[in-house]
Each structure stands twice: as structure tokens, then as C-alpha cells.
């Protein structure tokens, strides 16, 4: 029944990160399907790849390594496609590992090494040993070990929502420039979620680090990564992460929502923030003015509105004037330094969803 052991110190990657330590690794020979603990080693051949630990902690896979991860989907047009074959990982045949957290599949595309070779020190060819059991003989999957008590009630925090052009133009830099403005005006208690994408638990770290009560991702709700595009249950997993983090008492939440808004699952998620709160304020990182004149109008054509631009677009201030000139929004670089006066400005426009909660 079971394939081998591992030993209970055995490496693991970083979607992995709820689930608690084992005494005892067994891998049953059995097909890997999305969220299953699985072990996987790295040829004694290969060079050596670079996984998140749980931790955060960049760590390195040595040739002839065994380590955790688990099957997965990722999308990510710029770096790596590649998905769960049908039927699951087989054991005993080779996959790739697709993200830093640990997401395996079958690599369908993606770029020269050279042209990003720090974005994909993960990217290897690894082959599969089999499922991690439980006590009981079943498949561990991430999913078991998720956060719980969903479907609280909605305590009406104000939602800030961070929304990009592309990958690589500041989401999380926007995102924790905005955490600190509502920290400096004496909001103490903000939630963080990185709503869709692959996981990637240095990312919701920056926003521990710079003050959130509690930062969330997709792991902590039983998924490596929201891809494929059009997954069937999307709607459920973002209402599950929305109603969760709109349960908590904090005094706001500010959601990330990874790529672009018109592409993957964002036009899902924004689905469900449009249901649950009218008042929402966008803050978009572009990478220039025209790519901001773009999201603005494919915006408006959901019913939203950008309160702040920030990212590349704003880097010197003849760019920032143009791309507020062009777009008629305010622009503010938000890469820089925060005082009490520009978390004043960057607030500035939520400042009617503050009262509005105090008041209710």
C-alpha cells in the first residue's frame, strides 16, 4: 500500500504551511490531485532548484532531495502556465514545479531562464513519490487543515481593493502603502487578503510586517493557487475568503487582487465584492498612463471606480502629472515614504467610508 516513508524532518514548500508537523511520513502510491500532500524528489542529475519555505524563507531543493508540495494549476502569463494533468500526478513520472510555494504540474509554458531568472529558480523537473497518508490511511489535502468558522457575520469594515495592470507594477507595494496610511490615522486592527493568484506567504508577510492583524491567501482556504481560469467553484472559494475576512473584527480590509482585472478569476472576485459592499475604493498599480486609461474604462464597465493611481505610471512627476492628466484620477507614488501627511492624501478619498461605519 504504501510507497515509502520520509522522515518526519523531510523539506517541505510553503503552500503547505498549515498543515501541522508529522511524526510520520507514509506515501501511498496513489494519483496527486489539486491540495494533496505529496512527495516528490529532485534527480541527483539536476541543478538545484529554490522553494518558500513555511516560513518565507527562501530555501534550496539540493539534487537528490525529497521534499513536500502539492499538485496545482498556475496561469501566469508572463512566467509559467501549467496545470494538473487529467486524471492527477502519476507516480513515479516527472512534473515541474510551477510556483515558489511548491505548486507542481505539468509545465505547459514558459519563458527563457534568462529573461527571468530569479522569478523562476523554482522551475525543475521533479518526480513524483506519491500521496502523504493520514492516521487513517486517507490522502492529507490542504483543504483539511483551513481556517474555520466561515460564514460569520458581516461586521461592515470599509473594503480597500488594490487592483494592477499586469503582474510586477506594485499590487503588494500599493497594498501595504495603504495598510500604513489607515495604520498612521489610527486604524489598529486591518485585515490583509491576497484574494486570487498562487500563493505566496512572503507577499501576505510584508503586510504582518508593516502592521495587519491578520493577512490571508488562497492556502488558507484549502487552494495552492485560484487557476484554472473559470474553475467552477471560484464563485464559493472567493465568497468563503470574503465572508471569512469580513467576519473579523477589524476596522478595514484591504484585498489584492493579483494579474489584471479583466483577466483569470479577478472579474469573479470583483463579482463578489460588488455583492457585499457598494462603497468599494479602488487604488490601481499600472505600469503606465495608457494602461491605466484601459483599467479605468474596463472598470467603469463593471460599475467601479479608481480613487488612486500609483506604480510605474508615477515614478517621476511628469509621468505621474501625464497619467493624471490622462486619466483624470489622482496619481501618488506610493513606493516611497509615508508621513502623516501623505497617509492623509492617500486616505483622503475612503474618508466618507469611515464615518459612514462609525456612524452606522
Sequence with gaps: ?????????????????????????????????????????????????????????????????????????????????GRIPDGGLVPGNSYWVLSASGVVGELISHPPISDAPLELQHLGCV?????????????????????????GKDRNAPVYLILGTSSEVGKTTAGVAVLRALRLQGHTTVIALKATGTS???????????????????????????????????????????????SLPGDALVVECAGDPVSANAPELLSCLKARRSDIKVTLAAADALGAMGAKRA??????????????????????????????????NLARALDQDSASNVLSVAAPLVVNRESA
Design 127 to 151: 518526480r513524483y513519490l506519491g500521496a502523504l497518508c493520514g492516521e487513517g490511511g486517507e490522502t492529507l489535502n490542504i483543504r483539511q487543515f483551513g481556517v474555520t468558522g466561515l460564514g
Design 1 to 81: 500500500m504504501y510507497a515509502e516513508s520520509l522522515p518526519a524532518n523531510v523539506k517541505r514548500a510553503s503552500a503547505l504551511r498549515r498543515v501541522p508537523p508529522l511524526d510520520t511520513i507514509r506515501l501511498r502510491s496513489a494519483r496527486g490531485s489539486e491540495g494533496d500532500v505529496c512527495g516528490f524528489e529532485l534527480p541527483g542529475d539536476a541543478s538545484p532548484i529554490t522553494v518558500e519555505s513555511p516560513t518565507g524563507r527562501m530555501m534550496t531543493i539540493a539534487p537528490g532531495d525529497a521534499f513536500l508540495a502539492t499538485p496545482g494549476y498556475r496561469a501566469a502569463r508572463r512566467l509559467v502556465v
Design 200 to 246: 505566496c506567504f512572503s507577499e501576505i508577510a510584508r503586510y504582518l510586517d508593516y502592521g495587519a492583524a491578520e493577512a490571508f491567501d488562497c492556502i488558507d482556504f484549502g487552494f495552492p493557487t485560484t487557476y484554472p481560469v473559470g474553475r467552477g467553484e471560484i464563485l464559493d472559494i472567493f465568497s468563503a475568503a470574503l465572508d471569512f475576512c469580513l
Design 299 to 332: 472598470l467603469a464597465e463593471i460599475g467601479l471606480k479608481i480613487s488612486l493611481i500609483t506604480g510605474p505610471c508615477t515614478d517621476t512627476p511628469i509621468l505621474r502629472e501625464w497619467t493624471e492628466a490622462l486619466c483624470s484620477i489622482p496619481a501618488m
